[in-house]
């Protein structure tokens, strides 16, 4: 067995891991983003014919076993004797639904993050409190839902997509990569996230706020697709700052 083989089989592992029970289609769409999209679907079917793997009562969704989870434990250690060191790519990031304290978590980064790199005050962080409150105590999970970005086992980014108030129109929301994350592609997988998502449940429009200083989210933005609509001057979080609209058309985008 070639470290190449180890690493296939330990992503698919990981995946599931990381998954905590997600649905077949969610966990194949992660799985493409890496090399080898075929032989990883593969070994996910061995996985769950060798029972490391199983499926809730409808079939739809996919975990590991005990079993399972020892495997991963052993393929980590398997790695690491062959003498493969080498740091985590983009390809092992993992895209999760939020845990338990993991909206917290949100609150926390955001508030820690901004104040160290553009001088925010706590305004940001009652901002960022009521956002993910709202959220936590009244969201539809077809139509709104938030992502946590996994890189080796611990949160380094998240996002959310929720109801905008103009008809068939959903809001990107609270996009954040930790700086020692940066530079994975991570920052493209959650707004790719995103977007994927709002147009596969049927929304016509997808908007986001930020402000200028936001240089890099907005150059990310812009590869999306998405267009700046507007610009306003404004005074917000102790700073003078230009608060920008941008617009991304779903379905043009699509084409």
Not at 97 to 108: C, K, M, T
Not at 134 to 142: I, K, L, R, S, T
């Amino acid at each position: 067995m070639t470290v190449q083989d180890v690493r296939a089989v330990e992503r698919v592992l990981s995946e599931l891991a990381h998954a905590d029970g997600t649905d077949e289609a969610g966990l194949r769409a992660r799985l493409a983003l890496a090399d080898g999209y075929l032989a990883l679907i593969r070994i996910l079917d061995a996985v769950e014919r060798a029972g490391l793997a199983e499926r809730d009562s409808a079939g739809t969704r996919v975990a590991l076993t005990a079993s399972g989870r020892g495997a991963a434990e052993a393929l980590r250690a398997l790695r690491t004797a062959l003498g493969d060191t080498a740091p985590r790519g983009p390809a092992e990031v993992v895209l999760r639904e939020p845990r338990a304290g993991d909206l917290g978590w949100i609150v926390q980064r955001n508030a820690a993050l901004y104040a160290a790199e553009y001088g925010w005050n706590a305004d940001y962080e009652g901002l960022v409190a009521r956002i993910v409150a709202d959220f936590a105590e009244d969201h539809d999970p077809h139509l709104e839902r938030v992502w946590i970005a996994e890189l080796i086992g611990r949160p380094v980014g998240c996002v959310m997509c929720v109801r905008d108030d103009a008809p068939g129109t959903a809001r990107l929301r609270l996009l954040l990569v930790e700086p020692e994350a940066r530079g994975h592609g991570i920052g493209d997988l959650l707004v790719g996230a995103v977007v994927d998502f709002a147009r596969g449940v049927g929304y016509r429009d997808l908007v986001l706020w930020t402000n200028d200083v936001l240089g890099a989210a907005r150059r990310l933005y812009r590869r999306h697709g998405f267009l700046l609509t507007a610009e306003q001057p404004h005074r917000a979080f102790g700073k003078d700052l230009t608060g920008q609209d941008w617009r991304l058309d779903l379905h043009r985008s699509a084409e």
